[in-house]
């Protein structure tokens, strides 16, 4: 089955440590996204990437990372940086960005917790 | 920029009753809307969508009607179910930008 895979489910970190978020999805499409959620904040956008070895910034980049390397996996890592990075990240696809009024499909979540 | 505006919950309801959950939006450019779910530790489901001005999105008894006049997509639903408990995201795209996405509006329907 086509999808997107989040992992892990749950992730403990001690703070002061980097940690990656994995996500990866086969349904072939060419743009990604990293969004962030918080108790009665809806979802925020992280980073975004239309195309391999590309991606932009969205509203809150501020102490996060991300490379794409390959159009399946869009890596997300927290760095020591951000602040409050304890929350439920939520990575997503869509087919293409230049596809107007085309909807985005999201994974599981990984909900990070940072002690 | 883009924005959405939903109204606060929680909304609960009993099971059969009429359900309306409001979103209105603010947009540069000519959006497209979406109403996402999400049941509780899971990831957001597309529950419905509109391209353009009056077209109505429909899945699973829920429906809304992209209203360009009043800046509107409001989520609506004639008989709630138990099964229906869970937090409505109303969202938009413009151009060649990700979703905005509103601050969610949780659901409760009981028996």
């Known amino acids: 089955d086509g999808g997107i895979t989040q992992s892990p489910k749950y992730l403990f970190r001690k703070e002061g440590q980097n940690v990656t978020l994995s996500c990866e999805q086969n349904?072939?499409?060419?743009?990604m996204y990293w969004y962030r959620q918080d108790p009665g904040q809806g979802l925020r956008l992280i980073y975004y990437?239309?195309?391999?070895?590309?991606?932009q910034k969205g509203d809150i980049a501020e102490g996060y990372s991300v490379s794409r390397e390959k159009k399946e996996s869009f890596p997300l890592t927290v760095t020591s940086a951000q602040k409050n990075p304890t929350a439920f990240y939520l990575c997503?696809?869509?087919?293409?960005?230049?596809?107007?009024?085309?909807?985005?499909?999201f994974g599981q979540g990984t909900r990070l917790t940072v002690v | 920029g883009d924005s959405v505006t939903q109204m606060e919950g929680p909304v609960t309801l009993s099971e059969e009753a009429f359900l309306t959950i409001n979103c209105t939006y603010t947009?540069?450019?000519?959006?497209?809307l979406f109403w996402y779910v999400q049941y509780p530790g899971e990831g957001l489901q597309l529950l419905l969508k509109?391209?353009?001005?009056?077209d109505k999105g429909s899945n699973k008894g829920f429906e809304a009607t992209y209203r360009k006049e009043t800046t509107s997509f409001h989520l609506e639903k004639g008989s709630v179910q138990v099964s229906d408990s869970a937090v409505y995201f109303c969202?938009?795209?413009?151009?060649?930008?990700?979703?905005?996405f509103g601050s969610g509006t949780r659901l409760q329907v009981q028996p």
């Open positions: 997503a696809s869509s087919i293409d960005l230049r596809e107007l009024n085309t909807e985005a499909f």
């Open positions: 349904l072939n499409h060419d743009a």
């Open positions: 990437s239309q195309i391999v070895n590309d991606f």
């Open positions: 947009a540069t450019g000519y959006p497209s």
């Open positions: 509109a391209t353009k001005a009056d």
């Open positions: 969202a938009l795209r413009t151009g060649r930008r990700a979703l905005t």
